[in-house]
């Protein structure tokens, strides 16, 4: 059964529509990929799936429920950006992501604490931020609280986890790094991810499927006339064959390198 239905939505702000009949279902455990033209709605689509804004029409349903306005946390449903806690240290910051994860209103009981705080310093190690655990948010570069913000929204292991350009400030190197320790607890946890990229790679490496935003009816006098919607929706798993053709055929992501010249001896 599908468990996230988004069953034609619309959403305009004022006259102006953003998003038109957007229909997707999607399976329990999904990576879903989401690209798109800067300015197309897919930070609104994130939204509306976090059920911070309401549709103007349609509906998304989340294990068979529509979504109400309720608080998002408690159904697991947690958004990357703005998470951080910064009069806590960087440590505590996911401890106590762990603990409202957990419903447990922040406040872990003693037993557990030791645990929880062991696995938050294996997980700074792993994002390369072990060496900053006991300092405040505020002291680290934007990459590091950008990795930071993404490790406490997966140390609430989420049911579905909504990350928007999660990688966009991080080098080759990092993000490298942060698909690995993304991948992992994906599969640890079973969740279901949503994230939006301008990277394409990025995009096929990481997701299922990759849905494309775009607007299909364009009107050249009025640009904003129209709303976007999925106009692409590619089967990512093994690399994804439609788009290793694009690859192959374009060579546009790797351009062929200059042939040695043939040796005249
Ligand atoms: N609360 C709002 N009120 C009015 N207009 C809004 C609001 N939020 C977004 N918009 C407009 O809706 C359009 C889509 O915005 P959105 O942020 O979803 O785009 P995006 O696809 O995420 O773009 P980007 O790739 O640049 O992040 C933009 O034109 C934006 O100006
Ligand atoms: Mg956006």
Known sequence: MAFVTVDNIFQSYGKRPILERVSITVDEGAFISIVGASGCGKSTFLRLLLDQERPTRGQITVDGEPLTGEPNRSRGIVFQRYSVFPHMTVRDNLVAAEALGANLFGILPSAKRREVRERAMRALDRIGLAHVAHQYPASLSGGMQQRLAIAQALAAKPRILLLDEPFGALDPGTRERMHEFLLDLRAE?????????????????????????????????????????????????????????????????????????????
């Open 189 to 265: 946890t079973k969740m279901t991810v949503f994230m939006v990229t301008h990277d394409l790679p990025e995009a096929f490496k990481l997701g299922d499927r990759v849905l494309a935003f775009d607007k299909i009816r364009w009107d050249p006098h009025d640009p904003e006339a129209y709303g976007a919607t999925i106009t692409y929706d590619f089967d990512a798993r093994d690399g994804g064959i439609p788009y290793q053709r694009i690859k192959e055929e374009t060579h546009v992501l790797d351009p062929p390198r200059e042939k040695p010249l043939a040796s005249s001896g």
